[in-house]
Nanobody, 124 residues
Framework: VQLQASGGGVANPGGSLRLSCAPS????????IGWFRQAPGKEREGVAC????????YYVDSVNGRFTISRDNAKGTAYLQMNSLKPEDTAVYYC??????????????????WGQGTLVTVSS
């Protein structure tokens, strides 16, 4: 089982980035996906989560209205579209997967697998 996260980089305040998470090696086609981030000296924070087939979503208040999580079940890939980026969005972003037929999960201890992380830096 592997998770390949990509799409991080440097953006100006107000700019946009799109992260991708491509799980592979799963024997099941139902899993929830979450994007978490961790800034230096801070705990890992749930940013956006999406359930398996019914695509229920969750956003932390600080990104609600700016970030959009989505998934392409045919490709098995999840995305995090980040708009109106702010310097406080700077962090390493991780995608996680929990094998579950329904619901989303906002607690990072509930996830079964993690990607390697991709760095997002928002700076002028």
């Amino acid at each position: 089982v592997q998770l390949q996260a990509s799409g991080g980089g440097v953006a100006n305040p107000g700019g946009s980035l799109r992260l991708s998470c491509a799980p592979s090696g799963f024997m099941r086609d139902y899993y929830a996906i979450g994007w978490f981030r961790q800034a230096p000296g801070k705990e890992r924070e749930g940013v956006a989560c999406i359930s398996s087939h019914d695509n229920m979503t969750y956003y932390v208040d600080s990104v609600n209205g700016r970030f959009t999580i989505s998934r392409d079940n045919a490709k098995g890939t999840a995305y995090l579209q980040m708009n109106s980026l702010k310097p406080e969005d700077t962090a390493v972003y991780y995608c996680g997967v929990r094998i579950a037929p329904r619901h989303y999960y906002t607690d990072n201890t509930q996830y079964d697998y993690w990607g390697q992380g991709t760095l997002v830096t928002v700076s002028s």
